[in-house]
């Protein structure tokens, strides 16, 4: 039994930094990507970055420059740093293990005030 386990949100002023962190455990073979997505209150869920096995990287526009998503392969570990946070990055955080799963994480609030 696959379990994503996900920690390290929390309220937050603006401008300030978060780290959130994900463990997919069980058994898992070669997750080809792994990724954040988030969900604001009355709004759909949104990609907000992804990480391929090679290190490759994909983000929203809206969080370039300030997010930066990382991943401990051996630990089936993804990470997500979020620095100089603004109010509208307010949301549950979801940790996905894609390619070849589609695994979701519990999500984890990440609340920014201004």
């Known amino acids: 039994q696959v379990q994503l386990v996900e920690s390290g949100g929390g309220l937050v002023q603006a401008g300030g930094s978060l780290r959130l962190s994900c463990t997919a455990s069980?058994?898992?073979?070669?997750?080809?990507?792994m990724g954040w997505y988030r969900q604001a209150p009355g709004k759909q869920r949104e990609l907000v970055a992804t990480?391929?096995?090679?290190?490759?990287?994909n983000y929203a526009d809206s969080v370039k420059g300030r997010f930066t998503i990382s991943r401990d392969s051996a630990k089936n570990t993804v990470f997500l740093q979020m620095n100089s946070l603004k109010p509208e990055d307010t949301g549950v955080y979801y940790c996905n293990v894609g390619t070849p799963y589609n695994y979701w994480g519990q999500g984890t609030q990440v609340s920014v005030s201004s």
């Open positions: 990480i391929i096995l090679g290190g490759r990287t």
């Open positions: 069980g058994v898992l073979v070669r997750i080809a990507n």
